[in-house]
């Protein structure tokens, strides 16, 4: 079993930063990628970043320039930089680790961010 711990969200105020962190129980190059989703209240739950094995970044648009994702193989964990953050970005942010080995997707329980206008 695979587990995913979120940390670092938090309440902030506008234009502010956060950074949160993704702790694996396994490698995190057992993971095709990592990303960070996230779900607002009412909405879909969406991708926000991802780093894939070779290390390709994707970001959705809303956060390109702002968020960045990085990642610590040493340690298991991947990290999303959030700055310059607005209102928009409030929701629950979640860990995703897609697994090959166990043809299983990995979430964690999320940490929730607000941002105060």
């Known amino acids: 079993q695979v587990h995913l711990v979120e940390s670092g969200g938090g309440l902030v105020q506008a234009g502010g930063s956060l950074i949160l962190s993704c702790v694996v129980s396994?490698?995190?190059?057992?993971?095709?990628?990592m990303g960070w989703y996230r779900q607002a209240p009412g909405k879909q739950r969406e991708l926000v970043a991802q780093i894939t094995i070779g290390g390709i970044r994707i970001y959705t648009d809303s956060v390109k320039g702002r968020f960045t994702i990085s990642r610590d193989s040493d340690k298991n964990t991947v990290y999303l930089q959030m700055n310059s953050l607005k209102p928009e970005d409030t929701a629950v942010y979640f860990c995703?680790?897609?697994?090959?080995?166990?043809?299983?997707?990995?979430w964690g329980h999320g940490t929730q961010v607000t941002v105060s206008s």
């Open positions: 396994r490698s995190i190059f057992s993971f095709n990628a």
């Open positions: 995703n680790a897609p697994s090959p080995i166990d043809r299983t997707d990995y």
